[in-house]
């Protein structure tokens, strides 16, 4: 099955019934009590984020391609919650076919808050270093996924009049990172997309806004640290050490600092086009 291009008020998973509520309204004046769709949920910052959205009462969806990182996640959200385990779904963000089936796969749900986390790091190398493929495969999910799911599940939230997305970009989006070409051009994609969007669904009532972070300590920075190490001839603590250094606060972003950082944007029902850093002050030098 091939998903059909959706316009905001297409067709589209998740409806409540509800006819088009102007600008927001009948909008829950708490976060406790939603549905949340969270991309890449398995591992690191999905996992993160899903933890502190379940901790903050919002049921979580878990998708993302590996189905027992998924039941990990789940287990996880289960002991923080003492409800049953959240519901897992697998999923290919980069491929249409495969979106749609989720978004089949999970009509039955009201879906009002829409967190694409999916990405990969790509290669560390000079772009003229670079193939087409590892260029295409970073694009494929760092930036069709997004799309793909949001233009999957948006049509329910413009029908219901209200609804958040949070996008995840990086502050590589922003500012230049030696060989990390096809990552950094992504992550500016990513937060051109959710602009753009929101000029879009705003007036319909769905907030798009999206978070930056910084270098985050985790297994996915543990390997950055290798390749810059390769890359550069330094050892791995230089690395690390190195890639703090650029940030005013001289540290690593933690992954519940990410979670934190998203239930407290969806707290903030004025939050629209926005794109917030979460880097240490990475930006700020």
Do not use: Q
Not at 123 to 146: H, K, M, Q, S, Y
Request: proline share 6%.
């Amino acid at each position: 099955m091939t998903a059909s291009p959706a316009t905001p008020g297409g067709a589209g998973p998740a409806s409540d019934g509800a006819g088009p509520a102007p600008d927001g309204a009948g909008r829950p004046a708490e976060l406790r009590g939603r549905t949340a769709l969270v991309t890449g949920a398995g591992n690191g910052l999905g996992r993160a984020i899903s933890l502190a959205l379940a901790a903050a009462g919002v049921r979580v969806l878990l998708t993302g391609r590996r189905a027992d990182a998924l039941h990990e996640t789940a287990g996880l959200v289960a002991r923080v919650t003492g409800a049953p385990a959240a519901r897992v779904a697998t999923v290919d963000v980069a491929d249409e076919r495969s979106v749609a089936a989720l978004a089949a796969e999970l009509a039955d749900e009201t879906v009002s808050v829409l967190v694409n986390n999916a990405g990969v790091p790509g290669p560390v190398a000079p772009l003229t270093e670079i193939g087409v493929d590892d260029w295409d495969d970073v694009f494929a999910v760092n930036v069709r996924g997004v799309f793909l799911v949001c233009r999957a599940f948006l049509p329910a939230m413009v029908r219901r009049g209200w609804g958040d997305v949070i996008n995840l970009a990086s502050v590589s989006g922003k500012r230049p990172l030696a060989g990390r070409t096809p990552y950094c051009a992504s992550k500016t994609a990513v937060i051109g997309l959710s602009t753009t969007l929101a000029a879009e669904v705003g007036p319909l009532g769905v907030t798009v806004n999206t978070l930056s972070p910084g270098p985050v300590r985790g297994p996915r920075m543990e390997r950055n640290f290798r390749l810059e190490a390769e890359r550069t001839g330094r050892t791995v603590e230089a690395a690390e050490a190195e890639f703090a250094g650029r940030a005013l606060l001289h540290r690593l972003v933690e992954e519940d600092e990410v979670g934190r950082a998203v239930v407290a944007m969806l707290s903030m029902p004025g939050l629209h086009a926005a794109d917030i850093d979460l880097s240490a002050g990475m930006v700020a030098r």
